[in-house]
């Protein structure tokens, strides 16, 4: 079984309409991110979380909300969707590492949405 | 703010070796990273380095030089299987997260 996913795979939906996706992870790990991948803009971060009560803003966090449910569960919305919204979104966890060991991401499958 | 540079796209030839660079702007720095992902999946970690020098593991070797800012991904004996794209990160934000560059497509051709 997977370590880290996300449901769904793809999604298509409306401009207005409010949609979540979901991750969760086996690693147990503490950390865990949302980014959104556009073509030749690389990986952004949205959001990240490094406990259950700890929720941080990213680079480009407008338009989206996010909630720890519990350590294995973080989840992304979007409120109103819109166009521009449309991308490959990628959850991630990390345990952390350290200076010295640095940080290792594991990511999930990823969801394509598709906002029209 | 941060900000990362590498080529858009690299093309080689199958047992060739390629490097690609990245050189970064950060305003605090904790570290390079490569990941690799083929089209469709997801990103998987392949090297981390803190420290000047290189890091070398099986065919794939990563170089940093902080004076310079900048690093390189080797990767040698080039299979097809290595068709896919790099990107390297900085961690920032005292080590919490990685900011990522926008990627370079490798093609490995026959």
């Known amino acids: 079984d997977a370590d880290v996913t996300q449901t769904p795979r793809n999604r298509i939906t409306k401009t207005g309409k409010r949609i979540m996706l979901e991750c969760s992870q086996t690693k147990g790990h503490d950390r865990m991110y949302w980014y959104r991948q556009d073509p030749g803009l690389g990986l952004r971060l949205i959001y990240y979380s490094f406990d259950v009560k700890d929720i941080n803003k990213g680079e480009i966090s407008d338009g989206y909300s996010v909630s720890r449910q519990a350590q294995a569960k973080f989840s992304l919305s979007l409120e109103s969707a819109i166009p521009n919204q449309t991308a490959l979104y990628f959850c991630?966890?990390?345990?952390?590492?350290?200076?010295?060991?640095?940080?290792?991401?594991?990511f999930g499958p990823g969801t394509r949405l598709l906002v029209l | 703010g941060q900000s990362l540079e590498q080529p858009s796209e690299v093309t080689a030839v199958e047992g060739a070796i390629v490097q690609i660079n990245c050189t970064y702007q950060?305003?605090?720095?904790?570290?390079l990273s490569w990941y690799q992902q083929h089209d469709g999946g997801a990103p998987t970690f392949l090297s981390y380095n803190a420290l000047d020098g290189l890091e070398e593991t099986g065919r794939f070797s990563s170089f940093l030089s902080r004076s310079d800012s900048y690093g390189y991904l080797l990767l040698q004996e080039l299979q097809m299987k290595d068709s896919a794209s790099y990107f390297c990160a900085v961690g920032t934000g005292g080590g919490n997260k990685l900011t990522f560059g926008t990627g370079t497509q490798l093609k490995v051709e026959l």
């Open positions: 950060t305003s605090g720095f904790y570290g």
């Open positions: 991630a966890t990390s345990d952390g590492g350290g200076l010295a060991g640095g940080e290792t991401q594991y």
